[in-house]
């Protein structure tokens, strides 16, 4: 191959690129806004789910929580008062982290939590964190979470689920009012 040869390749190959990469750039600049507005429908979907009587949520700092919580919210009726505060908080579980979201009511207790990602964990044992008979138990619960069973043979992930929503008490002791 001579050296001619060679530079056309490269020049061919380097214009093919830039084409893609720009019409890539095209394309996200048209898909972004419409893929970041369903990740916030997503996301207010699963607020309304834990915190039901809550009309709207506040975004609150996260300055003084716990590392772990990544999104901290309060929730409050059409009037304006608040009626509980939806957590985010996501630990390492057995083969990755675990995400949960949590609301706590205003009397300091549990008033749902869910599971958003145990992608990482295995089906048959951690992933049974997501089911609605493991998550109940923590409904009405405070602080101390007495009471609350782990899933035997996912000791790992189950610690991991307590104490994303022990960390989720944390951030609450943090932005609770009164």
Known sequence: MSTKTLIKSIVVLAVICLVISAALAVVNSFTAPVIEEAR????NASRQAVLPQAASFEALPLEGMPASITGAYRGVDASGATVGYVFTAGNKGFDGTIVVMAAIGTDGKLVQVATIDVTSETKTLGGQTANESYTSQYTGKDAQLDGVD????????????????????AAYDAVKEG
């Open 40 to 43: 916030v429908q997503r996301e």
């Open 150 to 169: 782990a899933i035997s043979g996912a000791t790992i992930t189950s610690t991991a689920y307590e104490r994303c929503v022990k960390d989720c008490f």
